[in-house]
């Protein structure tokens, strides 16, 4: 019988928690499982083994754990030390590699990853970037990576071996992007043909075309992920040094996902708590605007279910988390199906076995 886990990291209380989604989309809790403070982003490995979570307490580190195919439940494995306080991490398309992106630090790092689930204390490399790397991942060949710098506004473009594990800069190594832009997460379409990048600081979504041959991005448009009446206005990166300001109305994005049918694609902004739907055109990469739909309290991540029907988001500033069922012809979310969750939930994963 297939069975759908969701899992939430709750940073406050210092858990994740884990949660059984039944056919209809609803949720039946199941336990918290520790972690550490200020546990944040996670990752599973592509056979469903395994499922990773960093701590951006000190000392920073990836805590694993082994999935139970049966039940979803969560054991833990190892603990890791990490390089640095990573808001994002990802493993390769083979799952031996766990990529690492450091805001603070600005810098990307590589661990290496057993067969066993375990990962490397040492990292395999360490690369110095463009300012508040936020992201980090492989695309659909895992031949190229690529990882946003929001403070610097660009993309960072990688070849990555994964016979060895590493990663050398492509030429041209960066792509500039407009300043004020503020580059965090992104996606690739399942046919590996386009990118799709998130402004933190205006809510747009960039398409980049990918060069299969090359790995080399070429922008080709972007779209805004608000309605036109917004009061939101442009956002600043938030960082130790920057001068006070009044964020109440900054724009603030967070996260950003793709239906597995690339459809639909959504993004969460976390001033106006909302989730943001565009429609895709998979001949040509382009972004309709669709609407926008409350959610969770301050929404940093969300996750769309294997099977395309069911979105599940948390909110940093929220005791529940929310189950949307998507409209398959229009992409709408339907108002939601509530839950018990944790203090600071800002990630989900969701694993379908089956």
Not at 59 to 87: K, N, R, T, W
Not at 263 to 289: M, P, W
Request: a neutral charge; glycine letters at 10%; aromatic letters at 8%.
């Amino acid at each position: 019988m297939s069975r759908t886990c969701v899992y939430v990291s709750n940073g406050a209380d210092g858990d994740i928690g884990t949660y059984s989604m039944q056919p209809d989309g609803t949720l039946q809790p199941g336990a918290r499982v520790k972690a550490g403070d200020a546990v944040g982003p996670m990752a599973v490995s592509p056979d469903r083994r395994f499922l990773y979570a960093a701590v951006r307490s000190k000392p920073f580190a990836v805590h694993a754990y082994m999935i139970d195919p049966g039940s979803g439940a969560l054991a833990p494995l190892a603990v890791s030390p990490l390089a640095e306080s990573f808001p994002y991490i990802a493993l390769d398309r083979t799952g031996r590699y766990l990529f690492g992106a450091s805001y603070q630090a600005h810098l990307v790092s590589v661990n290496a990853v057993g067969a066993d689930g375990r990962v490397a204390a040492a990292p395999l490399q360490l690369i110095p970037v463009g300012r508040n790397a936020h992201s980090i991942r492989a695309d659909g060949s895992n031949r190229f990576v690529y990882v946003p710098t929001l403070g610097s506004d660009q993309m960072f473009q990688f070849t990555f071996d994964a016979t060895t594990g590493r990663l050398s800069s492509n030429t041209p190594a960066v792509v500039q992007m407009q300043p004020g832009t503020g580059p965090r997460h992104y996606v690739t379409s399942s046919d590996n043909k386009f990118l799709y990048v998130l402004s933190e600081l205006l809510a747009t979504v960039t398409t980049f075309a990918l060069d299969a041959e090359t790995g080399l991005l070429t922008e080709i448009g972007s779209a805004s992920g608000l309605p036109p009446d917004t009061q939101l206005l442009p956002g600043a990166p938030r960082v130790a040094a920057a001068p006070p300001r009044n964020r109440d109305r900054d724009i603030w994005a967070a996260d950003i996902h793709l239906t597995p049918d690339g459809r639909f694609l959504y993004i969460s902004e976390r001033t106006g708590s909302t989730l943001g739907a565009f429609s895709v055109n998979a001949e040509t990469g382009k972004l309709i605007y669709l609407a926008g739909t409350p959610t969770e309290t301050q929404p940093r991540g969300f996750a769309i279910a294997p099977d395309g029907r069911f979105l599940v988001a948390c909110g940093e500033k929220s005791d529940t988390i929310s189950v949307y069922a998507i409209d398959q012809a229009s992409g709408a979310l339907a108002l939601p199906q509530k839950y018990p969750g944790g203090k600071g939930a800002n990630w989900v994963e969701i694993v379908g076995f089956g």
